[in-house]
């Protein structure tokens, strides 16, 4: 059986890439159930809190997206958003402890709620021999957080892959300083911080040594899945996964929930009513592909015209990360501006038959939409 260990600085940019393309692949799913609440219900009572949740956890996903970039650009890598591939194909496969699960472009619903706590719970494998896992049939749909020497595991759970990475970064940082090198030998330049990039939650730093790399991997980790800290992080936030727990049960945390560290996932809320409307949404087509359009049809060029937003979104972020960082204050204001774009295909059923309206597909590199 081959090293699973990351010993080389070229598996150490490899993983770390694919920490990108980890980042963003939630970002789709988080905006596909964003658009499809109907903007009436946005409003105390209906989902205004939905969209917030929503609305703050895409926007955290964008800052750890450049703690990522920050990480790779720090070892002398290049982040890649345009590549063939870097936007998987819906539905995706994502990890779940001893299981793995199906990540859908679907309409906010209790069924995308539950996924979405799939994808931020706080999980790390029981014992170190389990942290990679055998992987099921995946039937050719996109895989993410694989081992790169073992394509057939997975990791446990998205923390388990950066811890993976960080173990990587000390082993290859302890073997350079041995021979008074280092491997933090990017171009200061490219790092983003804060002055290019405010999320209004967390905060983005630049990334020079072994100690910031870890600083960024906790970051990343503690926003996320809320490892190891309780409910509440010191500045009063909620994790991802905290924020969805609420829209899931209906009610807000309040501090007497907090079961601390380790304990804290099954903590339930407590606090006031927290409303959402389920039924006002759009009824959108999951997993929604251009093949699903008729060509030549305003549904058909409404999605291209999606798609080719979308990936100039990307190219943008890409350019951001390879050394123009100021591009990255109009990255947010983007992101949103395309919504404009999905509500020409969600107010429209299809022509099929079916109850489905037409709904976003992130087919990038598809039809021409490439960044």
Not at 9 to 15: E, P, Q, S, T
Not at 42 to 62: S, W
Not at 185 to 214: C, M, W
Request: no cysteine; hydrophobic share 40%; proline share 7%.
């Amino acid at each position: 059986m081959q090293d699973r260990q990351i010993t080389t600085i070229k598996m150490l940019r490899h993983y770390l890439q694919v920490a990108l393309q980890l980042e963003h692949a939630t970002v789709p799913p988080y905006l596909t159930a964003l658009y499809s609440i109907k903007p009436e219900s946005i409003k105390p009572g209906g989902n205004l809190e939905a969209v917030q949740a929503l609305r703050a956890v895409a926007v955290e996903e964008m800052l750890h997206l450049a703690l990522a970039a920050n990480l790779l650009n720090a070892i002398d890598g290049t982040p890649k958003l345009s590549d063939p591939g870097f936007v998987p194909s819906y539905p995706a496969y994502l990890p779940d402890g001893e299981r793995d699960f199906q990540v859908h472009l679907q309409a906010l619903s209790q069924d995308a709620v539950a996924t979405f706590l799939k994808i931020e719970r706080p999980s790390m494998a029981p014992k170190p021999d389990l942290r990679l896992m055998a992987r099921s049939d995946r039937g050719g749909h996109s895989f993410l957080a694989a081992s790169l020497n073992e394509p057939e595991l997975y990791y446990y759970s998205i923390g388990e892959f950066y811890r993976a990475i960080e173990q990587g970064l000390i082993h290859l940082e302890d073997s350079a300083q041995a021979s008074g090198k280092t491997i933090f030998i990017g171009d200061p330049a490219k790092q983003v911080t804060a002055d290019h990039y405010y999320s209004g939650g967390g905060r983005l730093f630049p990334v020079t040594n072994l100690e910031t790399a870890r600083d960024a991997i906790n970051a990343i980790i503690a926003q996320g899945e809320g490892e190891d800290r309780g409910i509440f992080g010191p500045d009063g936030e909620l994790a991802h996964f905290y924020r969805f727990n609420q829209l899931k049960y209906g009610r807000y945390y309040q501090k007497s929930d907090d079961a601390g560290p380790k304990g804290s996932a099954a903590a339930v809320p407590t606090g006031p009513e927290l409303k959402v409307d389920w039924t006002a949404v759009y009824p959108i087509k999951t997993d929604a592909k251009l093949a699903d359009y008729e060509p030549g049809s305003e549904t058909y060029a409404a999605a291209v015209a999606f798609n080719t937003a979308y990936a100039g979104f990307l190219g943008l972020i890409e350019r951001a990360f390879n050394g123009q960082p100021d591009l990255l204050n109009g990255a947010v204001p983007t992101m949103f501006e395309i919504r404009n774009k999905v509500n020409q295909l969600i107010r429209n059923p299809l022509n099929d038959g079916s109850a489905y309206n037409a709904a976003p597909t992130f087919e990038i590199g598809a039809t021409g939409a490439t960044p």
